[in-house]
């Protein structure tokens, strides 16, 4: 296994092991010279073997059958240049805000806390399709060109970020904030301002 294939099981195992996806959900992907190593489809994250080599195209190069998903991380790491890894996870809060009603499709969450800010920061919600649906893309790929964390309505967050463990920490932030926003619904809460927020940026 290359380092960067090791990493990949690691960081998988280590999101199973605390429960922030479950069953054989999830994808995990980092990219390489040629396009992206990425978990194969149909297995748990806390038993990643062998991986999948994918082109940005989208077109499974080598290795085993990849996640049904692999065309949305192609889609997220051709919008964003920057971008070395994508996770994919279906973190319990973040997918029970992703089931809600009457979202701001632009940005889901309130900048509850400076921490979010600077992990996440906007949160687009894009429109429900099947998990593996080629149609969702474009869509994607349009919406990553602004942001780097995407909700998937009725599915589940997908997160770009430098390497794996910026991706980890944005996905796993946007987790407890959901979390953080579910606790306090029924609460007033004081988001930070737009001042306080562009501070930040
Ligand atoms: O929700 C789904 O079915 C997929 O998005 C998923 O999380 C796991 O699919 P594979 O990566 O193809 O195993
Ligand atoms: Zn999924």
Not at 134 to 146: D, H, N, Y
Request: aromatic share 4%; charged share 20%; hydrophobic share 45%.
């Amino acid at each position: 296994m290359t380092d960067l294939a090791h990493q990949i099981a690691e960081l998988s195992a280590s999101l199973f092991r605390r429960r922030l996806t479950h069953g054989r959900t999830g994808n995990v992907s980092a990219r390489t010279g040629d396009g992206f190593l990425i978990t194969p489809t149909g297995g748990s994250l806390g038993a990643v073997g062998e991986l999948a080599l994918v082109a940005l195209t989208g077109e499974h190069l080598d290795g085993p059958r990849p996640s049904k998903e692999a065309f949305l991380h192609a889609a997220l790491y051709r919008a964003r240049p920057d971008a070395g890894a994508v996770v994919h996870l279906h973190s319990t809060h973040a997918v029970a805000v992703s089931c809600h009603d009457g979202l701001d499709p632009d940005d889901v969450l309130p900048p509850l806390t400076a921490y979010y800010v600077m992990r996440v920061g906007r949160l687009p919600l894009l429109p429900y399709h099947a998990p593996g649906d080629p149609a969702l893309g474009p869509i994607a790929e349009r919406a990553a060109r602004t942001a780097h964390a995407l909700l998937l309505a009725n599915h589940g967050p997908i997160v770009a970020g430098a390497d794996l463990a910026a991706a980890a920490d944005a996905i796993e932030e946007l987790e407890e904030t959901a979390r953080l926003w579910l606790l306090l619904r029924d609460r007033p809460t004081r988001p930070l301002t737009p001042d306080q927020v562009r501070s930040l940026s």
